[in-house]
């Protein structure tokens, strides 16, 4: 690990001021993905930003009826909160589904949907990774790629969001609030939070340089059935070939967000509409450009299976 300097901060728009006036700067809070990267000098952060001392840990209700949920608040807690068991299901399932209860202790919200890639490339730095290592190249459009993209990706990377979490929010219409050096706020839609690679895979969220998480929101409860079902290869600690974030109501309609298969958490919401007819109708929606490799087309058959599965559990 390579030397650093460190410091806490007292406001968001301090730790913000303090991301910005030094280059390459990153804020950590439980630090379950970043300290690891930094082990393995994947990130090499010349100053870390301490933000565990500001208070950010409470889950509000909003003034529309939905749910306000703190940037530090532990993955743990979150999935234990009352409201969030009653009326968000979906997310409390999906975080539960996620690492394990030592890392879900530490882990905050926040953190969870800044998580890095687990791409074996991107974690090989003796492998080029334009992730890593923008314009080096991505041996995983050569190379083994069972566990990558088959929807959204580029020529420049093909790796997936890891996460739970940022599924379960996804088709629960979550927002996240920022806010910067200048003290400015901002609101941005889940669906857009995250990045396609496009051509910059190393971007993988539309946050500016400091600009800082303060909170993630949920509108008002929609009710329905929520499922979130992860198929893994083992039944504990392992990321997703494939999830299914679904809320489905007793008319059949509904919405559903899938994970494992694409660089950010994907939804079409346009597909929903092929609810009521079953999961081959809205997969064929949902992967109708999709560009699977050998290794991992099977990610294809296994989305539409999972979530024929989670809509004949809805039905029980």
Known sequence: MRAFSYERATTPEAAAAAAVATPNAKFIAGGTNLLDLMKLEIEAPTHLVDVNGLGLDTVEPTDDGG?????????????????VRRDYPLLSRALVA?????????????????????????????????????????????????????IGGSDACIATHPGDMAVAMRALDAVVETVDAEGATRAIPMAEFHRLPGDEPERDTVLNTGEFITAV????????RQIYHKVRDRASYAFALVSVAAIIHPDGTGRVAFGGVAHKPWRVEEAEAEMPNGARAVAARVFADAAPRPDNAFKLPLAERTLALVLAEAKE
């Open 67 to 83: 749910l306000r949920i703190g940037a530090l608040v532990r993955n743990t807690d979150l999935a234990a909160d009352a409201q």
């Open 98 to 150: 996620g690492a394990s209860g030592q890392l879900r202790n530490k882990a905050t919200t926040a953190g969870n949907l800044l998580q890095r890639t687990r791409c074996p490339y991107f974690y090989d730095t003796n492998m080029p990774c334009n992730k890593r290592n923008p314009g080096s190249g991505c041996a995983a459009l050569t190379g083994v790629s069972r566990q990558l993209a088959v």
């Open 217 to 224: 929101t949920l509108p008002a409860p929609v009710g329905g």
